[in-house]
């Protein structure tokens, strides 16, 4: 197995679990763990929603893929998980870049879920919405949108509807 296929990226809509699975998977297989937001934020000093509320989605996703070529650019003897943004896939070389850096795995949301998970979300501030709509609109506007471009880009998909235990347990049990 070459250095890059000890690398797994998790992809797939906010609230998905990327973040707290991610940290959990990396743990379980003695890996490094980033999320790209954060990196962006550690990069840039600015966090994705101000990116987003002060110069546009276009100009965030700009941030994003600089950040993503350096995560990709670093050797991690141990591996390291990467839970990437929600959008992240929607670009044609953060896409590419993902799939080059490992395992591309889909946590997929019903868009029935993902919109549940929208409107029981308390930090909806942190989370600007991208389509000027409610954030139960944007989950399923997002979901239809996404959900085929997340599924060209992953090695698999893992069902993300239920509890994060389970959801953890199927996903350790195919890696």
């Known amino acids: 197995m070459g250095a890059a296929r000890t690398n797994i990226a998790l992809i797939g809509l906010r609230r ?3 973040t707290t699975l991610g940290r959990r998977l990396a743990a379980h297989l003695g890996a490094d763990f980033a999320d790209l937001d954060a990196v962006v934020e550690e990069c840039t000093g600015r966090s994705p929603a101000e990116w987003i509320r002060s110069e546009g ?3 965030f996703r700009e941030a994003e893929l600089t950040a993503l070529r350096a995560v990709c ?3 991690v003897p141990r591996g390291l998980v990467l839970a990437a943004g929600g959008g992240t896939p929607t670009v044609l070389e953060s896409a590419a870049l993902l799939q080059s850096f ?3 795995i889909h946590l997929e949301l019903s868009a029935d ?3 549940r998970r929208a409107l029981a979300d308390s930090d909806a501030s942190t989370r600007p919405l991208l389509v000027g709509r409610s954030s139960s609109e944007e989950a399923r506007m997002l979901h239809a949108m996404r959900t085929r471009l997340y599924r060209a880009c992953a090695e698999l998909s893992i069902p ?3 509890a994060p235990d389970a959801v953890f347990s ?3 049990a195919l890696l």
């Open 16 to 18: 998905s679990g990327k």
């Open 57 to 59: 989605e276009a100009a």
């Open 73 to 75: 650019a670093v050797s």
């Open 102 to 104: 490992g395992r591309v």
């Open 113 to 115: 879920e993902a919109v």
């Open 160 to 162: 993300a509807d239920g």
């Open 170 to 172: 199927a996903l350790s």
